[in-house]
């Protein structure tokens, strides 16, 4: 069974800084996605960006980059320029080519320091 | 506003009740999810909808737990004989069909349920 595991409950950063949030997933499969999910609070989950397992570029989204290592099973997420409004929880996400649904790690909360 | 909506948002409800939520997903997606979300933990999927056909249920989802979608439009999750274990947020999401597995579900608010 596919797992997705972060082991950070909780990060703060300070307004301005740059934080890394981790995340480290189990499968077999070869094909395959992950993503980072941000949970912000009282407010619907929306995505913030998305990596495909065939690719060896690291995905990024203006502030938001990843650190793909598919040999480690690892898929971290830096957040360059922390803003107030980036404090949420961030939950690290895999889902399988073609599959529907989504496996979640447990969330990592981060805090925002002004 | 043309997200995703849930209905109601919240609901406290004694041991023993039926309860059921409602979702209005994105009105051209055409698949939607359900997902349960305990205090402190990512949340955990339920089941899956194309269009009005139940593709895929969790071991979640014991027999009390049954969710429709009838004509392919909104769904309801329904729970029988609510259990304290059930309190959670119950989310629900929706995708376009040729999203695939490529995972942008769009997440509606959630429905807090609180079994006392």
Known sequence: ????????????????????????????ESDYYLFWYKQ????????????????QQNATENRFSVNFQKAAKSFSLKISDS???DAAMYFCAYSVQGAQKLVFGQGTRLTINP | DTGVSQDP?????????????????IS????????????????EFLTYFQ?????????LLSDRFSAERPKGS????????????????????????????????FFGEGSRLTVL
């Not at chain 2, 609901?11 to 209005?24: A, E, L, M, P």
């Not at chain 2, 009005?52 to 071991?59: P, T, W």
Request: with cysteine.
């Open chain 2, 51 to 59: 269009n009005e056909a139940q593709l895929e249920k969790s071991r």
């Open chain 1, 83 to 85: 803003q107030l409004g």
């Open chain 2, 74 to 105: 909104f769904s309801t999750l329904e729970i029988q004989r609510t259990e304290q274990g059930d309190s959670a947020m119950y989310l629900c999401a929706s995708s376009p069909f040729n999203s695939g597995g490529s995972g942008e579900l």
């Open chain 2, 9 to 25: 948002r919240h609901k406290i409800t004694k041991r023993g009740q039926n309860v059921t939520f409602r979702c209005d997903p």
């Open chain 2, 28 to 43: 051209e997606h055409n698949r939607l999810y359900w997902y349960r979300q305990t205090l402190g933990q990512g949340p």
């Open chain 1, 40 to 55: 912000p609070p009282s407010r619907q989950m929306i995505l913030v960006i998305r990596q495909e397992a065939y690719k």
């Open chain 1, 1 to 28: 069974a596919q797992t997705v595991t972060q082991s950070q409950p909780e990060m703060s950063v300070q307004e301005a800084e740059t934080v890394t949030l981790s995340c480290t997933y189990d499968t077999s």
